[in-house]
Structure formats: C-alpha cells, structure tokens
C-alpha cells in the first residue's frame, strides 16, 4: 500500500485504504496482459501475468487513480472523441 500512496501528501486522503485495491488492480493488468497488452516493465523468461502486473506497480507503471483523477481522464477521452467525430 506504501507503493501505491508514495505520492500523497500528508495530510491527504490514501487513493488506496485496503489491500483490495490493489488485488483488483493487480488482476485487471493481469488479464489485460493475457489479452495482448504489452508489458510495460521488462520480462523475465516465462514470467506469469500476475506478477508481471505486480512487478508493474512496484514500479510505478501502474498506477490506482483516484475518483478525481479517473473522472478527469474520462473527460477528456470524451471531450477528444467529440472532437474526432466533429473532423469526420
């Protein structure tokens, strides 16, 4: 949970306050890698997607976003396909 929270100022609501979290998180990359995604850390030899996943958040390539922040990004990706579809 430290990992996850090394960004959070004092003070500050946790993004994460359960371990949960993070095994949720751990296994949606876990089956997106199964699916086809790219690892975004370097893999070793017959590595399982778990912990391919898991390696992924160690080192901060993964990310648990906060209410705000998944928000924000949903925003944005619609604010861009409007924009696409008003090109077309």
Same mark, same amino acid.
């Given at each position: 949970? @430290? !990992?996850? @929270? %090394?960004?959070?100022?004092?003070? *500050?609501?946790? !993004?994460?306050?359960?371990?949960? /979290?993070? !095994?949720?998180?751990? /296994? %949606?990359?876990?089956?997106?890698?199964?699916?086809?995604?790219?690892?975004?850390? #370097?893999?070793?030899? #017959?590595?399982?997607?778990?912990?391919?996943? !898991?390696?992924?958040? @160690?080192?901060?390539?993964?990310?648990?976003?906060?209410?705000?922040? %998944?928000? #924000?990004?949903? *925003?944005?990706?619609?604010?861009?396909?409007?924009?696409? /579809?008003? *090109?077309?």
């Amino acid at each position: 949970m @430290n !990992v996850v @929270n %090394k960004g959070v100022e004092e003070g *500050e609501e946790p !993004v994460i306050s359960s371990r949960y /979290s993070i !095994v949720m998180a751990t /296994s %949606k990359r876990a089956r997106q890698i199964i699916a086809g995604d790219e690892p975004m850390v #370097k893999v070793k030899d #017959k590595q399982k997607p778990l912990s391919i996943a !898991v390696e992924e958040m @160690n080192q901060d390539t993964l990310r648990i976003l906060t209410d705000e922040e %998944k928000a #924000k990004l949903e *925003e944005t990706a619609e604010e861009t396909e409007e924009t696409e /579809s008003t *090109e077309e």
